[in-house]
């Protein structure tokens, strides 16, 4: 038997004792995963400076190793989400709708665990922690698949979730990592049905799309994020400018960074924000009028209106109105996150209404869209889809319902 089938019928196991367990224990049990990883930080720095070597030596883009790249910082931040899903309600047992029929059946709706979830995700070794803190917080076992460019890291992660586990009371073989990252191997466990519950893949287009199209286990699709913002003719200078540098700069490989600046024709400061972009150091691509009135904006072509460039680059573009930004926004947009800056109230309901995405924002930048951010202390993956699950998805994202159902010897007549 391969590996794959061996951690999946241990995942099977684990996930039935994993459902009984209380809240308690739980949440003891994440509070020790989160003292191993502080305990063992310089081991796990060690593991992944081998993988952003072997990254660098590859030739990944300066994207990838962002985000494949842990720090004291980022293991710390790791960290303090592990506690934060450890500090917040249990959704597990909790009661979503409570009802009685006229024959005095008593009918219940509870939250419940999907069971064995499979995580497919790319070169971000925090998904490793993220998934399995808001898995075994849930009642859920997790079979973990990165990616090849970050396998010592993920080992080395798993390893110290698993170590701690041991003296917990949910066990340690509730967290596996398939280190077979072969494309077969891949395949065979997008195919697991009757081990795995769902499949949630994490990632660029092409694995997101590669996991729809080839698995016969439910997927829980994430997805990429061409976000936009659009500044209005009533857009306040500074708040403008300081959202944009924000969206764009603050972290540009994650997939709610900005890739798209909507600005109404008439406002006043176009001048102050393009050279504000460029002086930080922000390639701009432009359409022909902006081109054209500035040196330093190159003519953007039709792909840079979808590109989801998750780098230092932005495509700029004037619109006569907020109709025109919406019209771009939907034809051009992947239903992540886009946001408006504007004192107009109807402008601001219009893009609201008109608009076709997971998270919109007014006056805010599209950072925002994130689980921690979002109070749910991690997330398992910002969901574009409309089924189930939209937007950073927390704790509720990953459980199910079943009806208890409390009669007093009703027959059906």
């Given amino acids: 038997m391969n590996e794959l089938l061996i951690k999946a019928e241990q995942l099977q196991q684990a996930a039935k004792t994993l459902a009984l367990l209380s809240t308690e224990e739980k949440n003891e049990a994440l ?4 003292e191993a990883l502080i305990k063992q930080k310089e081991w796990i720095l060690q593991e992944n400076e081998k993988d952003v070597a072997l990254g660098k030596e590859q030739g990944l883009s300066p994207a990838l190793i962002d985000r494949l790249q842990l720090t004291n910082e980022r293991i710390e931040q790791i960290v303090d989400g592990v506690r934060q899903v450890a500090d917040l309600p249990d959704p597990i047992g ?25 995580m497919v995700y790319e070169a971000r070794p925090n998904v490793t922690v993220d998934a399995a803190s808001l898995c075994l917080k849930t009642g859920n076992a997790v079979l973990l698949r990165g ?10 992660l798993v390893h110290v979730m698993k170590e701690a586990l041991r003296d917990s009371a949910i066990p340690a073989d509730a967290i596996q990592l398939l280190e077979d990252t072969s494309r077969e191997a891949a395949q065979q466990m997008f195919r697991l049905n009757g081990y795995l519950d769902v499949l949630i893949p994490r990632g660029g287009a092409g694995l997101i799309r590669s996991v729809i ?18 500044i209005d003719e009533s857009a306040q200078k500074q708040m403008a400018i300081d959202i944009v540098l924000n969206a764009k700069l603050q972290r540009p490989s994650v997939c709610n960074a900005v890739e798209t600046v909507l600005i109404h024709q008439n406002w006043p400061y176009i001048s102050e924000l393009v050279e504000t972009l460029h002086a930080r150091g922000v390639e701009l691509r432009g359409d022909s009028q902006l081109a054209s009135s500035y040196s330093f904006i190159q003519q ?41 800056i504007s004192e107009q109230n109807d402008n601001v ?23 921690e951010q979002f109070g749910y202390g991690a997330e398992i993956g910002i969901s574009t889809q409309k089924l189930h699950a939209r937007g950073p998805m927390g704790l509720r994202a990953i ?12 027959i059906r007549s």
């Fill in 31 to 34: 509070t020790r995963i989160a």
């Fill in 94 to 118: 909790e009661i979503v709708e409570e009802w009685t029929r006229p024959n005095g059946l008593r009918i219940q709706t509870i939250r419940v665990p999907l069971g064995v979830i499979g």
């Fill in 147 to 156: 990616s090849s460019s970050a396998l010592h890291s993920n080992k080395a």
């Fill in 213 to 230: 199209e080839n698995a016969t286990v439910p997927v829980l699709e994430t997805g990429v994020g061409n976000c936009h913002i659009f």
């Fill in 300 to 340: 953007a072509a039709e792909a840079d209106w979808s590109t989801e460039y998750l780098a230092p680059i932005l495509a700029v573009k004037l619109v006569q109105d907020v109709k025109e930004a919406v019209n771009h926004i939907n034809r051009y947009g992947t239903k992540h996150s886009e946001a408006i």
């Fill in 349 to 371: 309901r219009f893009f609201f209404q008109a608009i076709d995405a997971a998270v919109l924002y007014h006056n805010a930048s599209t950072r925002f869209t994130d689980g």
């Fill in 399 to 410: 459980t199910t319902t079943k009806s208890l159902v409390y009669g007093t010897g009703q």
